[in-house]
């Protein structure tokens, strides 16, 4: 597997959908308008991608779709596939279709399912829920293929609630978190990266822009006012972070 996993950055969620094509479909996507997560929660496609190797996509399959991407698909046994649509910026994690083996789907299947759930109902926190399923999805996928031990998430599992819960809480630090899943700082660093492939202050990063772009493309209210909702003391660290993610300022892009 690509080592680029360790290192997927996601600027933002562009829908959670879950769709079904008939059984003996055989179509095609001419350049992708964005790249995706594809996971079939049942059933079996096959992607190919400009002469290369077919890719397998089913319950024990997670692949990805990038962007801009030109493939065939053919579906040979029926059944739902979630789609996770996503921005990754200018930094693509793959460049073909790839396909990554799964050890325990039934861990996989319920944070797909879960996502797609909140998406759809759109409930309170639910862009905060569904990058943090996400993100469990993908924590879970290690170079050999594998799978990471799920009794670990469940020794963070109450610091990951307290983000989600209380994205905008300024104070949200590495000390604070291991306290609240009572081990020691080093061990709390050392199950985060594991299972999430990213330190604890780039994960909580990537949620806050993630919402913040959200709310400033439906106009939530001011810069500040946007910088205050999802955890930043004031809009200078901010409006630099923003624009460290995105390559562009806050006001920038709500304007665009």
Same mark, same amino acid.
């Given at each position: 597997?690509?080592?680029?996993?360790?290192?997927?950055?996601?600027?933002?969620?562009?829908?959670?959908?879950? @769709?079904? *094509?008939?059984?003996? !479909?055989?179509?095609?996507?001419?350049?992708?308008?964005?790249?995706?997560?594809?996971?079939? !929660?049942?059933?079996? @496609?096959?992607?190919?991608?400009?002469?290369?190797?077919?890719?397998?996509?089913?319950?024990?399959?997670?692949?990805?779709?990038?962007?801009?991407?030109?493939?065939?698909? !053919?579906?040979?046994?029926?059944?739902?596939?979630?789609?996770?649509?996503l921005d990754?910026?200018?930094?693509?994690?793959?460049?073909?279709i790839?396909?990554?083996?799964?050890?325990? %789907?039934?861990?996989?299947?319920?944070?797909?399912?879960?996502?797609?759930?909140?998406?759809?109902?759109k409930?309170?926190?639910?862009?905060?829920?569904?990058?943090?399923?996400?993100? /469990?999805?993908? %924590?879970?996928?290690?170079? /050999?293929?594998?799978?990471?031990?799920?009794?670990?998430?469940?020794?963070?599992?109450?610091?990951?609630?307290?983000?989600?819960?209380?994205?905008?809480?300024?104070?949200?630090? @590495?000390?604070?978190?291991?306290?609240?899943?009572?081990?020691?700082?080093?061990?709390?660093r050392?199950?985060?990266?594991? *299972?999430?492939?990213?330190?604890?202050?780039?994960?909580?990063?990537?949620?806050?822009?993630?919402k913040?772009?959200?709310?400033?493309? /439906?106009?939530?209210?001011?810069?500040?006012?946007?910088?205050?909702?999802?955890g930043?003391?004031?809009?200078?660290?901010?409006?630099?972070?923003?624009?460290?993610?995105?390559?562009?300022?806050? !006001?920038?892009?709500?304007?665009?």
């Amino acid at each position: 597997m690509n080592d680029k996993i360790s290192d997927i950055r996601i600027y933002d969620i562009l829908s959670v959908v879950k @769709t079904r *094509i008939k059984e003996g !479909t055989v179509a095609s996507n001419k350049c992708r308008d964005s790249s995706a997560f594809a996971y079939k !929660t049942a059933g079996k @496609t096959i992607y190919r991608q400009d002469g290369r190797a077919s890719v397998l996509s089913d319950p024990s399959h997670l692949v990805f779709l990038p962007k801009g991407s030109s493939y065939f698909y !053919t579906v040979v046994e029926s059944g739902d596939c979630i789609l996770f649509e996503l921005d990754f910026g200018d930094c693509i994690p793959f460049d073909e279709i790839t396909s990554f083996p799964i050890r325990n %789907s039934a861990d996989i299947l319920a944070c797909a399912e879960k996502a797609e759930r909140f998406w759809t109902y759109k409930k309170q926190g639910y862009r905060n829920k569904c990058m943090s399923y996400i993100f /469990n999805i993908l %924590s879970n996928v290690n170079r /050999n293929g594998g799978y990471v031990n799920s009794s670990k998430y469940e020794i963070i599992k109450p610091s990951i609630r307290y983000i989600e819960e209380h994205l905008e809480d300024p104070d949200i630090d @590495t000390e604070f978190l291991s306290r609240l899943s009572g081990i020691s700082i080093p061990y709390f660093r050392k199950l985060f990266c594991e *299972i999430y492939k990213m330190p604890v202050a780039k994960y909580i990063e990537s949620v806050r822009i993630g919402k913040a772009r959200e709310l400033l493309k /439906n106009d939530y209210g001011s810069v500040g006012e946007v910088a205050e909702c999802v955890g930043y003391r004031n809009i200078y660290h901010f409006s630099k972070a923003f624009k460290k993610v995105t390559g562009v300022s806050p !006001t920038e892009f709500s304007r665009g």
